[in-house]
């Protein structure tokens, strides 16, 4: 009766042993070694891999990677396109992760690929190419489902590149869910300067098309969230004093 027992408790602690998912500590290994092309190779196995093509975790690896081989100035042509895969990669790994917790051990990373991306889209934003920035934009959302900043600035883009009434959809869409928001404090540092950068596009936008009061109020809505910052101070005043 004892050995089975014994048998029983071995046999329950293995299946909670398998039912666990891995860790993948191979791919770990491989990064902190910098083997980048092998990490890709084991990772990209692991995505088309039955058994754990539904794990976040190869996903991210697999980001991580081909962020760093996007970030080579000699790297294999076969890379040319790594930093847009490594945004998809990441996407995947973002749709994996149902509760959340995996994203917020690896935000660090996250956080570094949503400023690429932002940084893109701000060149794309200061030279008024703004057709360029709609597909950033896209990109941006891969990495960050449902950002509000993005959003306003999407609605922008939209705007500027002469689609006013895609540009109003997504405007009343963002407008919903701003009303809800109470400050700032669930959002990234990368997070606030998109809202940011979203606003003032968007109340430039209500200028433009002759609705003064409704930029006045947009900028009045979130001025207590910028207080102390020089940028969205000078927009302040330039829009509603």
Same mark, same amino acid.
């Given at each position: 009766?004892? !050995?089975?027992?014994?048998?029983?408790?071995?046999?329950?602690?293995?299946? !909670?042993?398998?039912?666990?998912?891995?860790?993948?500590?191979?791919?770990?290994?491989?990064?902190?070694? /910098?083997?980048?092309?092998?990490?890709?190779?084991?990772?990209?196995?692991?995505?088309?891999?039955?058994?754990?093509?539904?794990?976040?975790?190869?996903?991210?690896?697999?980001?991580?990677?081909?962020?760093?081989?996007?970030?080579?100035?000699?790297?294999?042509?076969?890379?040319?396109?790594?930093?847009?895969? /490594?945004? &998809?990669?990441?996407?995947?790994?973002? *749709? !994996? #992760?149902?509760? &959340?917790?995996?994203y917020k051990?690896?935000?660090?990373?996250?956080?570094?690929?949503?400023?690429?991306?932002?940084?893109?889209?701000?060149?794309?934003?200061?030279?008024?190419?703004?057709?360029?920035?709609?597909?950033?934009?896209? !990109?941006?959302?891969?990495?960050?489902?449902?950002?509000?900043?993005?959003k306003y600035?999407?609605?922008?883009?939209k705007f500027?590149?002469? #689609?006013?009434? &895609? /540009?109003?959809?997504?405007?009343?869409? /963002?407008?919903?869910?701003?009303?809800?928001? *109470?400050?700032?404090?669930?959002?990234?540092?990368? #997070? *606030?300067?998109?809202?940011?950068?979203?606003?003032?596009?968007?109340?430039?936008?209500?200028?433009?098309?002759?609705?003064?009061?409704?930029?006045?109020?947009?900028?009045?809505?979130?001025?207590?969230?910028?207080?102390?910052?020089?940028?969205?101070?000078?927009?302040?005043?330039?829009?509603?004093?």
């Amino acid at each position: 009766m004892k !050995k089975l027992i014994v048998l029983f408790a071995v046999l329950i602690y293995a299946a !909670k042993s398998f039912a666990q998912a891995p860790e993948y500590n191979d791919l770990i290994i491989l990064f902190a070694d /910098a083997k980048y092309e092998k990490l890709i190779r084991e990772a990209t196995k692991y995505t088309e891999s039955d058994k754990t093509k539904n794990d976040a975790l190869p996903y991210l690896w697999l980001s991580k990677g081909l962020y760093a081989m996007s970030q080579q100035g000699d790297k294999d042509e076969i890379y040319k396109n790594a930093f847009k895969e /490594a945004i &998809g990669a990441l996407g995947s790994f973002r *749709k !994996k #992760d149902k509760d &959340g917790s995996l994203y917020k051990e690896h935000v660090e990373f996250v956080e570094k690929l949503k400023m690429a991306v932002l940084e893109s889209i701000i060149n794309e934003l200061d030279a008024k190419m703004y057709k360029k920035a709609t597909p950033l934009l896209t !990109k941006y959302y891969k990495i960050s489902p449902d950002d509000l900043g993005a959003k306003y600035l999407e609605a922008a883009c939209k705007f500027r590149d002469a #689609d006013k009434s &895609g /540009a109003n959809l997504v405007w009343k869409d /963002a407008d919903k869910r701003i009303a809800s928001v *109470k400050d700032l404090s669930t959002m990234t540092e990368v #997070d *606030k300067i998109l809202f940011k950068r979203g606003i003032i596009e968007s109340a430039e936008c209500f200028i433009a098309s002759k609705q003064v009061d409704k930029a006045k109020n947009l900028m009045k809505k979130v001025a207590p969230w910028f207080e102390g910052d020089e940028e969205f101070q000078e927009k302040y005043n330039q829009i509603v004093n």
